[in-house]
């Protein structure tokens, strides 16, 4: 999870009372929004319908209701209590502590003969329903009759408590309990190596350890000497400004499949093509030659964390420094070594770091992201699960409830691989990034993938000049 140097397994802690929290846990918390708002509430809504096979198929509501207080028996987490000693809620105020278990909050409903709109609102109000993060039960779960032989399962966790590795996990172990205790054929599941309170523990003696001290030392190292906050310039003085904060994008399934061929030839990850496009983007609107960028990691390298139910996502700062004879495929270079480098130190919490010096801005306010949410699937005896159909105009990632807001970020660019195209929405602050600019950003970027797939040797130059339409031909071609 933190890198090689980082030697010492992950083990039971001895419990004495209060743990500290995780880093991770502590970068949602201390959020500007407050630990319990309604903007940490992840809810997933799938529609359970009888399989072919087997058509009578009727949910078992005693069962469902078992296997999830399994579930809560089984992961501390889902019964642990986050509080700040005091009334400040600095970092170090926080602990956490593990409650007795009881029952999984579970409610059934009765929606049928209603429009698919009653069950909308049922997934609406479980989104606006506050998880407070000190009453040990950061998770909510309904389901609902639709009609004679559908239900509508909706289940809602505080994102503190669960990321989307642990929501899998969670699903996998309902399906697995369910069924069991459907059919009264009771199996223990393998016990846990950890729980999550094990893992805060183990972060926070890692820190102040030797590994941890070194690792302080490179982060504090990268933000040193910060160039100016970038300012965004258009490349086309006539690009109208967006008139929201947001604004999405497909990829065509034609460029999508370029994208991968130029990865594959240039010996690099999707994730890492991406991430030096935006970056590639940032250097040439800004006309900097020294970017940052964050990006967020899945956080389980250690085996003891692969079945663990828990928010273990964590941030690392890319800072790329390039001139204009740059070359993309030198680009690319950078920027894969950045992030190895970045993956190899990932036990410091680093927005903690970046912001030691309030004089200062914070340079991890952009953020690029590219995930996978898969399918939301729940098999639960004989049903098959399938998403609830959106109510009007589906948006381009619907997955994105709960992320991060143009309110705590400058720039964020997130895309998501769906079938055989990439989806993309660009947020940002009109505080931080000229509308005119940002628009002209979101315009340039196919354009900017269209020549780094087809000529890895452009230069950054190149490319500014190609981005730019100006009447220099010989120019480009030279580039070319």
């Excluded at 199996?187 to 890692?206: R, V």
């Excluded at 960028?293 to 420094?321: A, C, F, S, W």
């Excluded at 005896?381 to 619907?398: D, T, V, W, Y």
């Amino acid at each position: 999870m933190f890198g090689p140097r980082l030697v010492q397994r992950i083990r039971p802690t001895i419990r004495s009372g209060e743990l500290p929290l995780s880093f991770e846990q502590l970068n949602k918390v201390m959020e500007p929004v407050g630990a319990d708002s309604t903007h940490h509430n992840v809810v997933a809504a799938v529609v359970l319908t009888p399989r072919d096979d087997a058509p009578d198929e009727q949910l078992n509501v005693d069962a469902l209701q078992r296997a999830l207080d399994r579930i809560r028996d089984r992961h501390e987490i889902l019964r642990t209590s986050l509080q700040a000693n005091g009334g400040d809620g600095h970092p170090e105020d926080w602990f956490q502590t593990v409650q007795a278990s009881t029952p999984w909050p579970l409610t059934v409903m009765d929606l049928r003969g209603q429009p698919l709109s009653a069950a909308h609102e049922v997934v609406r109000e479980l989104e606006e329903t506050p998880l407070p993060v000190a009453e040990g039960t950061p998770m909510r779960t309904v389901v609902a009759a639709l009609d004679d032989r559908k239900w509508l399962l909706v289940q809602g966790f505080h994102h503190a408590f669960v990321d989307p590795w642990g929501f899998s996990q969670f699903l996998s172990e309902l399906t697995t309990l369910y069924n069991q205790e459907r059919s009264g054929e009771r199996k223990d599941l393998a016990p846990l190596p950890i729980q999550y309170g094990d893992l805060a523990a183990w972060q926070h003696h890692q820190v102040e350890a030797g590994p941890g001290r070194e690792q302080q030392r490179y982060w504090l190292e990268l933000f040193e000497d910060l160039p100016p906050r970038p300012i965004y310039q258009r490349l086309h003085p006539t690009t109208r400004p967006l008139a929201s904060a947001t604004a999405g994008f497909r990829l065509s399934e034609d460029l999508t499949e370029r994208l991968r061929q130029a990865a594959r030839s240039n010996g690099v990850s999707l994730f890492i093509l991406l991430l030096a496009s935006f970056q590639a983007l940032q250097l040439v609107s800004t006309r900097s030659d020294d970017v940052l960028v964050t990006v967020p990691l899945m956080g389980r390298d250690e085996p003891e964390t692969h079945q663990l139910i828990g928010y273990l996502i964590n941030e690392v700062t890319v800072r790329t420094k390039a001139g204009h004879e740059t070359t993309f495929a030198e680009l690319l270079a950078l920027v894969r070594d950045g992030l190895l480098a970045g993956q190899d130190h990932q036990v410091v919490p680093l927005r903690a770091l970046a912001k030691t010096d309030e004089s200062r801005w914070d340079p991890m306010r952009t953020m690029f992201n590219l995930v996978d949410f898969g399918s939301v699937q729940a098999t639960l005896g004989g049903f098959r699960g399938q998403a609830l159909p959106p109510e009007g105009e589906e948006s381009l990632i619907p997955e994105l409830a709960g992320e991060p807001s143009p309110d705590n970020l400058d720039l964020y660019l997130v895309l998501h691989q769906r079938g055989d195209e990439l989806r993309g929405l660009w947020m940002f602050s009109n505080d931080s990034v000229d509308a005119s600019a940002m628009a002209d950003m979101v315009e340039q970027w196919p354009r900017l993938l269209e020549l780094t797939t087809a000529h890895a040797d452009i230069t950054l130059k190149g490319l500014r000049v190609a981005l730019s339409g100006r009447p220099a031909a010989s120019t480009l071609e030279e580039e070319l």
